[in-house]
């Protein structure tokens, strides 16, 4: 199996097609469904269209550019990251990242957006990254700010808010 990143206790890799159960597994997680609940796939079909889909992506270096996350020790599926293009600015993206909630405590979210951050600079050469997070979500705001992310603003009636609490846009610069 071919890894792209590894880290302390994380490997990061393609998604491949035994991923799907997991990931729908993963996402059913009330977690998931609370603070990201488009990411939520209706049924294990789902799910493996959006392996098949994020591969796609990886392979050709095309944006989305989402990752399967998985624990070193017991090579378990444990989570997901990802980047996708800020709309109208192709130098910027947003990235994104979970860690489900068995594993959930362990700094693993802030060794995998760190490792994530400098492979997507590197990788495609982009210089400013934003994290949106649904207000309330301070696990997720302690791990931006661990990494650097510096916090911008808030946006009220973002079309993946759906209780109307408002997101909370970081950024990260390396220009």
């Given at each position: 199996m071919e890894y792209l990143l590894e880290t302390e206790h994380l490997r990061i890799r393609k998604f491949e097609p035994r991923d799907a159960d997991d990931l729908y597994q993963n996402h059913l997680e009330e977690e998931v469904k609370k603070w990201i609940p488009n990411e939520s796939y209706t049924n294990l079909k789902e799910a493996q269209g959006a392996v098949k889909f994020y591969t796609d992506c990886v392979n050709s270096k095309h944006l989305p550019y989402v990752l399967a996350v998985e624990n070193k020790e017991t090579g378990e599926l444990?989570?997901?990251?990802?980047?996708?293009?800020?709309?109208?600015?192709?130098?910027?993206?947003?990235?994104?990242?979970?860690i489900c909630k068995k594993h959930s405590g362990k700094g693993y979210a802030t060794e995998l957006l760190r490792?994530?951050?400098?492979?997507?600079?590197?990788?495609?050469?982009?210089?400013?990254?934003?994290?949106?997070?649904?207000?309330?979500n301070d696990a997720s705001v302690r791990v931006l700010k661990k990494n650097g992310y510096q916090f911008v603003r808030e946006e009220l009636g973002a079309e993946d808010d759906p209780y109307g609490n408002g997101m909370l846009i970081f950024i990260l610069s390396r220009v």
């Open positions: 444990i989570g997901d990251t990802g980047v996708n293009e800020v709309d109208g600015h192709p130098d910027q993206v947003e990235i994104g990242y979970g490792a994530m951050t400098d492979y997507i600079i590197e990788t495609f050469g982009i210089k400013t990254l934003y994290g949106r997070v649904m207000k309330g």
